[in-house]
């Protein structure tokens, strides 16, 4: 249901007004003010959909209450239909309409004119809405739709940060791993099957990657089995910077078994979780009676401090 507010000092025109709006509007709901202060108060709570003014009032006339409406943000898009029965000339009319508003009538004007100036004001009022709404729906849509991609953005940035960052470490990772003497493992931290086994460890051990790929590291070492491996593993799994050396049998493809230092350490490798080991023979040194723990005491494992990304430095024992 329409409202319409009319602001008229004069009480009959109220009637009048009411009384066509009854029997040419009859799905509209009046509204009345007696002054243009009370008018404008009231047309900011009530929000109607059609202003009629009357512009002469006393104390505050139509024209500075027309002026004050369309200058407040909350009944500017208002539309107002101002009526004066002595200030009709064009003077006052252009005046009228510089101050904002939409119709200027005559108070002697026909009933029938009147009524059709109220129902073309409310079509305007229902279609500047429909836009308002469309328009406020809209840019809703756009700052969502922009803060999403902004979101999505940011965690590409991030993503692809971390990777290079990461890619760049194992390029330093994968040169030594390749190069080394010393036998280096990586296995999975959950599966535990090995991801990357080195040019040194194969040749020892006499298998292919293929066939590592589908190992673990109890399947080389003949006194361990997946518990008592997990039991040695478990204080890596609680400190991640936490390194430890052990000392045990690797088992050749041939079956055929030789002693070696193992330093371990759980890490992040190409985006996961994984325990890399390296490993020296020391068939030799068993035979020289050498000690063997801390014969790699120059290999680290260096974390960087932006997160999980690992580079090896190792360096062979004298």
Same mark, same amino acid.
């Given at each position: 249901?329409?409202?319409? %507010?009319?602001?008229?000092? /004069? @009480?009959? =025109?109220? !009637?009048? &007004?009411?009384?066509?709006? #009854?029997?040419?509007?009859?799905?509209?709901?009046?509204?009345?003010?007696?002054?243009?202060?009370?008018?404008?108060?009231?047309?900011?709570?009530?929000?109607?959909?059609?202003?009629?003014?009357?512009?002469?009032?006393?104390?505050?006339?139509?024209?500075?209450?027309?002026?004050?409406?369309?200058?407040?943000?909350?009944?500017?898009?208002?539309?107002?239909?101002?009526?004066?029965?002595?200030?009709?000339?064009?003077?006052?009319?252009?005046?009228?309409?510089?101050?904002?508003?939409?119709?200027?009538?005559?108070?002697?004007?026909?009933?029938?004119?009147?009524?059709?100036?109220?129902?073309?004001?409310?079509?305007?009022?229902?279609?500047?809405?429909?836009?308002?709404?469309?328009?406020?729906? %809209?840019?809703?849509?756009? /700052? @969502?739709? =922009?803060? !999403?991609? &902004?979101?999505?953005?940011? #965690?590409?940035?991030?993503e692809l940060s971390k990777f290079e960052l990461e890619a760049g470490y194992n390029r330093q990772f994968l040169?030594?791993?390749?190069?080394?003497?010393?036998?280096?493992?990586?296995?999975?931290?959950?599966?535990?099957?090995?991801?990357?086994?080195?040019?040194?460890?194969?040749?020892?051990?006499?298998?292919?990657?293929?066939?590592?790929?589908?190992?673990?590291?109890?399947?080389?070492?003949?006194?361990?089995?997946?518990?008592?491996?997990?039991?040695?593993?478990?204080?890596?799994?609680?400190?991640?910077?936490?390194?430890?050396?052990?000392?045990?049998?690797?088992?050749?493809?041939?079956?055929?078994?030789?002693?070696?230092?193992?330093?371990?350490?759980?890490?992040?490798?190409? %985006?996961?979780?994984?325990?890399?080991?390296?490993?020296?023979?020391?068939?030799?040194?068993?035979?020289?009676?050498?000690?063997?723990?801390?014969?790699?005491?120059?290999?680290?494992?260096?974390?960087?401090?932006?997160?999980?990304?690992?580079?090896?430095?190792?360096?062979?024992?004298?």
């Open positions: 249901m329409s409202k319409i %507010l009319v602001i008229d000092d /004069q @009480q009959d =025109t109220l !009637e009048t &007004i009411s009384d066509i709006l #009854k029997s040419m509007i009859p799905d509209s709901v009046l509204i009345s003010s007696l002054s243009g202060k009370d008018g404008i108060s009231t047309a900011k709570k009530e929000q109607p959909d059609v202003i009629i003014l009357d512009v002469v009032m006393p104390e505050m006339d139509g024209f500075e209450v027309c002026r004050r409406l369309k200058a407040d943000n909350d009944t500017a898009d208002i539309p107002i239909i101002l009526m004066s029965g002595i200030k009709t000339d064009v003077e006052n009319k252009v005046k009228g309409f510089n101050l904002g508003a939409d119709v200027f009538l005559n108070k002697e004007a026909n009933i029938l004119e009147l009524a059709a100036q109220i129902k073309v004001m409310l079509r305007i009022k229902t279609a500047e809405d429909r836009l308002r709404g469309d328009k406020m729906h %809209l840019e809703k849509l756009v /700052q @969502q739709r =922009t803060k !999403e991609h &902004i979101e999505a953005n940011k #965690k590409l940035c991030l040169n030594l791993f390749r190069e080394s003497v010393i036998e280096i493992y990586v296995c999975d931290a959950e599966s535990l099957r090995f991801i990357e086994v080195n040019k040194a460890a194969r040749l020892n051990l006499g298998y292919t990657i293929d066939e590592l790929s589908k190992m673990t590291p109890v399947d080389i070492k003949p006194e361990f089995n997946k518990k008592s491996f997990e039991k040695i593993v478990k204080p890596l799994r609680k400190n991640q910077k936490k390194k430890i050396v052990i000392t045990s049998s690797q088992r050749r493809k041939d079956g055929s078994t030789y002693p070696a230092e193992i330093h371990l350490q759980l890490s992040t490798f190409m %985006l996961r979780k994984v325990f890399i080991a390296a490993v020296v023979d020391i068939t030799e040194r068993k035979k020289a009676g050498q000690k063997t723990a801390g014969s790699l005491q120059d290999f680290k494992f260096i974390h960087d401090p932006v997160g999980e990304v690992v580079s090896i430095i190792s360096r062979a024992a004298q």
